[in-house]
């Protein structure tokens, strides 16, 4: 089967973390695509945190128990789980053996930010049909030469995905998204590299700090800092395939230098930044 395929191609050369658990990343050339991420983990677990990409996820083997937006969700064998940018999310083993799983990160070319909102309620999509096609995406991103095959099934993918969140957004009425949230975070990420203190943001958005920091974290269900560590490790993933050393990354993102970049990617990835590069797989 393709998904077989797919998951033995891509432990090829993984970086391995603690025992029985792997990672292997790369990004393809195939528009849209931000990043590819195989995993296996026996009992990390992930902390809350954003993306500013859409995560495309299967699991191969166990189960994933994780909360988007306050909700909490799993990934039996059968769903495509589908978590919108910006929107805070964790991740936990939800079977003694951990889990398998591989994501695809898409940018808002294939999937527009209008349609996050149709996302939230209901991540995990119960189509049989789409988790082929998933399973066969992986199985062509996964193969160096084989882009045009990635992209035409990342087509596929892409359009029934966009038929799944256009039905619930013509059924649900527009979700709340509180204007001052909006503004701060909309601050924090120009800001992502420099960084920026509350006083100042209160000062930029004529609130108070404690306002700031309550209404930030009702909106999105996670406090400014880790939404800000979480963009820097985020813009660090990308750097680190790029081939860049850790200690450059660290300058590049805004951490204070290279032993806080791996506390805070180590959190938020399972493994430490060099053993993430060193499994990266390099573009033909």
Do not use: C
């Not at 026996?42 to 909360?67: C, F, K, N, Q, S």
């Not at 999105?220 to 813009?235: D, E, K, N, T, W």
């Not at 300058?251 to 806080?260: E, V």
Request: charged share 25%; proline share 8%; glycine share 8%.
């Amino acid at each position: 089967m393709a998904v077989s395929r797919a998951t033995s191609s891509a432990a090829n050369g993984s970086a391995r973390g603690a025992p029985g658990e792997e990672v292997s990343a790369w990004r393809p050339r195939v528009p849209g695509v931000t990043e590819v991420f195989h995993a296996h983990f026996t009992e990390y677990a992930y902390p809350m945190h954003v993306h500013d990409a859409w995560t495309l996820l299967i699991v191969d083997d166990g189960a994933v128990r994780y909360d988007l937006d306050r909700h909490a969700h799993g990934t039996p064998l059968d769903t495509v789980s589908l978590l919108p940018p910006h929107v805070p999310h964790n991740g936990s083993p939800a079977t003694p053996g951990g889990f398998r799983k591989r994501v695809v990160y898409l940018d808002s070319s294939r999937l527009g930010e209008e349609l996050i909102g149709a996302a939230v309620d209901d991540p995990d999509l119960r189509d049989p049909v789409l988790r082929l096609r998933v399973g066969q995406l992986h199985a062509a991103l996964a193969r160096p030469g084989d882009e045009l095959e990635a992209e035409s099934r990342l087509t596929l993918v892409g359009e029934r995905l966009r038929g799944h969140l256009r039905r619930r957004a013509e059924s649900s009425s527009p979700r709340r998204d509180p204007q001052l949230a909006r503004k701060l975070r909309e601050l924090l990420d120009s800001r992502l590299t420099d960084g920026i203190s509350l006083t100042e943001a209160s000062g930029l958005l004529h609130a108070h700090p404690a306002h700031l920091v309550r209404a930030f974290s009702g909106a999105y269900g996670i406090a400014p800092h880790q939404y800000l560590m979480s963009r820097r490790v985020g813009r660090a993933r990308r750097l680190l395939l790029d081939g860049l050393p850790p200690v450059e990354v660290a300058a590049l993102t805004g951490f204070y230098d290279q032993a806080h970049l791996t506390r805070h990617f180590r959190k938020l990835v399972g493994v430490p930044p060099g053993r993430y590069r060193s499994g990266a797989r390099r573009a033909p």
